[in-house]
């Protein structure tokens, strides 16, 4: 089946259970019935839900649509998109370990990724993701994930990715690609050869910007990549936290369920059934809008690339834009989503600019149906000086677009009277 037909009836079974609409399981816990489900269902000899930090049947919907949307084997929803990335990489690395994290990604995981975790005695090494040419060397026995985005938020670079995962491959190491702002619409890494696909449905999944959350998507082949690698013992050696259980013995796949039985476990940062719903009613409507989003966003690039006062614009999905070949080799139509950038002469011409709009908000969001603004210099960067600003490639007049659902013409005029 097709992605549009699976993200409406994918992992439910409406003649069942008689709604058309997936119920809302607003419970903590369920009834077994008797002593011995409950204990079948703790030594996993029947899987069902057992209490909602683990499991939902809201969310076992959620999650079996994503699975199918990025062609994978089994998926786990959280409770945003910053612990689905914590999940994905604890699952893979412990004290000790390093993992290496590609230089353009969100400015939240880099906080995670490389703060966070180092507290936890997790190093990690970032490597040049345009072109992956120092990604070799930074590897030892000690590397355990190396983690990119396909489309970076707010930098918007396209990684090479064909070359991250041969190497990747060579190593026998899980990459794990955050796929937020292209969405499976867009592209599908399990399908380029990635292990793991991480996302906030905080964005484009949810849509409207109502609900948090996030979601981890394991590829069809992951068991074969982590039994007997020695790279990844957790997986190979008992369990001591449940009762010495060996995920590789399982015929299951063991990179979620091991997320599931020990990480949100005894760390929580589950997904509330509401919010799974909310997201299944984004993913309903996400490859309609995904779509519209990147030809209005095209639209917006093209009147910005004509501006006399737009100094530069980057917008993959451009045909003039450095990173369109890439757009056109990893994404479908070579649409690349509503997110792009662009450049005026200075701050203050920046500033002028965010207070002129009216229809866009100055939020700092992506992925909304609403059309948002956002000056990174004055906001998610402020503390940094103008030489550190330009250094970093953010430079003070950079402005960063999420562009919504209204008429291109209206957004069009709007920039146009806001340019001045
Ligand atoms: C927003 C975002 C995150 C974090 O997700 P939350 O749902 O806000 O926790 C991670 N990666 C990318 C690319 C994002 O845009």
Known sequence: MEQETLALHHGYDKQA???????IYQTTAYDFGSAETAANRFALKELGPIYTRLNNPTTDVLEAR??????????????????????????????????????????????????????????????????????????????????????????????????IVAIAKKYNIITVCDNTVATPILFQPLNHGVDVSVHSASKYISGQGSAMGGLIVEAKNLNDKLIDNPRYPQFNEPDESYHGLIYAT???????????????????????PFNSWLLIQGLETLSLRVK????????????????????????????????????KQYFKEAQTSGLLSFEVKDLESAKQILNSTKIFSVVVNIGDSKSIITHPASTTHQQL???????????????????????????????????G
């Open 17 to 23: 259970f008689g709604t058309m609409s997936v119920p």
């Open 292 to 327: 519209e989003h990147s030809r209005n966003a095209y639209k917006v690039a093209k009147f910005l690339s004509s501006h006399p006062k737009v100094l530069k614009v980057s917008y993959p999905g451009l045909e003039s834009d450095p990173l369109h070949a890439r757009a």
């Open 66 to 163: 994503i699975s199918a949307l990025e062609n994978g084997e089994a998926a786990i929803a959280t409770a945003s998109g910053q612990a689905a990335i914590f999940f994905a990489i604890a699952n893979l690395a412990e004290v000790g370990d390093n993992i290496l994290v590609a230089k353009k990604v969100y400015g939240g995981s880099t906080t995670l990724l490389t703060h966070t975790l180092k507290r936890f005695g997790i190093n990690a090494r970032v490597f040049e993701s345009d072109h992956a040419d120092d990604l070799e060397a930074l590897i030892d026995n000690k590397t355990k994930a190396i983690f990119f985005e396909s489309l970076s938020n707010p930098q918007i670079a396209i990684p090479n990715i064909e070359k």
């Open 385 to 419: 000086s103008i030489e550190e600003l330009e250094k970093s490639g953010i430079q003070a007049g950079l402005i960063r677009l999420s562009i919504g659902l209204e008429n291109t013409d209206d957004l069009i005029e709007d920039l146009k009277i806001a340019l």
């Open 250 to 272: 399982l015929p299951f796949p063991i990179f979620s369920l091991r997320i599931r039985l020990s990480l949100i476990r005894d760390i929580g940062a589950t997904i509330a």
